[in-house]
Nanobody, 121 residues
């Protein structure tokens, strides 16, 4: 079983910063794309940012120039550096990855448990 463990969430004031981490462990043969999603209370889950295995990134307009997604392939870890936080960023943040557990496995999506980010003065 592939496990994704997220950390780094918490309470921060508007204008502050947080750094989220998502570490993958277990039986991992390869990881393709990785992404961060978020879901505010009572809202649908929305895509925040994506990063390919080669490091190409894409961002939702509402976080562009504020958030930075990155990954360390050697550590099977993904990060989300969040700067200039706004109250609207309050949500549960989820990491996800497309991966194979072995060379015979078909690629599939795996999800973390989510980490709460609260931005409030």
């Amino acid at each position: 079983q592939v496990q994704l463990v997220e950390s780094g969430g918490g309470l921060e004031q508007p204008g502050g910063s947080l750094r989220l981490s998502c570490a993958a462990s277990g039986s991992i043969y390869s990881i393709n794309g990785m992404a961060w999603y978020r879901q505010a209370a009572g809202k649908v889950r929305e895509l925040v940012a994506t990063i390919s295995r080669g490091g190409s990134t894409n961002y939702a307009d509402f976080v562009k120039n504020r958030f930075t997604i990155s990954r360390d392939n050697a550590k099977n870890t993904m990060y989300l550096q969040m700067n200039s936080l706004k109250s609207e960023d309050t949500a549960v943040y989820y990491c996800t990855m497309n991966a194979r557990q072995n060379w015979l496995d078909t690629p599939r999506d795996y999800w973390g448990q989510g980490t709460q980010v609260t931005v409030s003065s």
